[in-house]
């Protein structure tokens, strides 16, 4: 199975600042990689499918980037709305693994 | 708009069956590859099967977890997508989602999602 390994596992941060989140595979996946956003008791948010290409509806502010084993979800401001959990989840092969999930919270 | 709304949670006990329901609508459910996503309640997001449009087949992947003992079904006529769930186990309850989406490197979409309490 492909290993998802997102960094950090949680991190805090201010309203305005710019945040990045790394997630990498065991294996290379090509650009097969999603980016959710999840908030308590509500479903999984797609922001970031094919590794760069914005869903429909998300701000500006989220853009994903890399290729390969290395990847990146990047907030360049963020705002109140963004404090939530976020996965990666690989599309490549089959089972389909997801990062272990990073929560960003208010510092 | 696409939306999906899964239906069949609930509390069942060990050993026992169920099965989840996801009705689809606002798109061409047959031409959409239709999966599950499981998460044990404060745990992370866990991949559970998927089952490819007839175009591709309608074949089926599944993770290890639950091969042998959970199916995935689709019925095109109703746009509905199943998960018969047989032989349960306590640590398969978690609130179960359904996706959809129509190729690999394209957005899927998600429900709301069902609950699955497995306890005796």
């Known amino acids: 199975d492909i290993q998802m390994t997102q960094s950090p596992s949680s991190l805090s941060a201010s309203v305005g600042d710019r945040v990045t989140i790394t997630c990498r595979a065991s294996?290379?996946?090509?650009?097969?990689l999603n980016w959710y956003q999840q908030k308590p008791g509500k479903a999984p948010k797609l922001l970031i499918y094919?590794?760069?290409r914005l869903q429909s509806g998300v701000p500006s502010r989220f853009s994903g980037g890399g290729s390969g084993t290395d990847f990146t979800l990047t907030i360049s401001s963020l705002q109140p709305e963004d404090f939530s959990t976020y996965y990666c989840q690989q599309t490549y092969r089959f089972p389909r693994t997801f990062g272990q999930g990073t929560k960003v919270a208010i510092k | 708009e696409v939306h999906l709304v899964e239906s069949g949670g609930g509390l069942v006990q060990p050993g026992r069956s169920l099965r989840l329901s996801c009705r689809a609508s606002g798109f061409t459910f047959g031409d959409y590859a239709m999966s599950w996503v499981r998460q044990a309640p404060g745990k992370g997001l866990e991949w559970v099967t998927l089952?490819?449009?007839?175009?591709?087949?309608?074949?089926?992947e599944y993770a290890a977890s639950v091969e042998d003992r959970f199916t995935i079904s689709r019925d095109d006529s109703k746009s509905i997508a199943y998960l018969q769930m047989n032989s349960l186990k306590t640590e398969d309850t978690a609130l179960y989602y359904c996706?959809?989406?129509?190729?690999?490197?394209?957005?899927?979409?998600w429900g709301q999602g069902t609950l699955v309490t497995v306890s005796s």
């Open positions: 094919a590794a760069s």
């Open positions: 996706s959809c989406s129509i190729g690999w490197l394209e957005p899927d979409y």
């Open positions: 089952i490819r449009s007839e175009a591709y087949g309608g074949t089926i």
């Open positions: 294996q290379s996946i090509s650009t097969y």
